[in-house]
């Protein structure tokens, strides 16, 4: 199994997801955390409490996202768990990668949120996710946000990333889950 993490800031979506190679078919467990403060403002546009009835997301109390809960599941993860790899953005998780590291002798791989980066696994994954070779345990939260992720060139270079459909006229579609997914991914896929 590989993981990759898409740490928010402070406020948003956090999303950590395990990819799992079968064969030629690769399997998605995600899991997500939001700030209370957060999942109030969601309950506008989505049915964020389905999702936290059914376990799909975390309710962090207050108004942050409590990073000691996002690498306790990281850790349980790799003692449950053949874990080959974490793969994170660095500009976020830094401080839970270092607790990680401190608590087990996980390999993790800095993937930065470029173009460059994105352009090859996204491309992947998507031709994966069309041919059906690309499952997820039917996590409302990914599906939610799989449906409005677009991939698509980014760049002069036609680079391919999923990115947000409006970030500006909607908030509330985020794409954390498809961006650790994209990140466990990648580490499946080579």
Known sequence: CWLGLDMSSVTDLTALVMCEKAGQTYRLWPWFWVPEERAAE???????????????????????????????????????????????????????VADVEERTSLEVTAFKQSHENYHEPTDNFEADARAGTLQHNGNQVLDWQARHALCMPTTSNAYKKAVKPDPVGSPHKTIDGVQAAIMAYCGAYH
Request: charged letters at 30%.
């Open 42 to 96: 969601l309950r506008k546009w989505v049915g964020i409490e389905a999702w936290i009835k059914n376990e799909q997301i975390i309710v962090c109390p207050g108004p942050r996202i409590i990073k000691s809960m996002i690498a306790d599941k990281i850790c349980e993860l790799v003692e449950s768990h053949d874990v080959r790899n974490l793969a994170y953005d660095p500009k976020e998780a830094t401080a839970i």
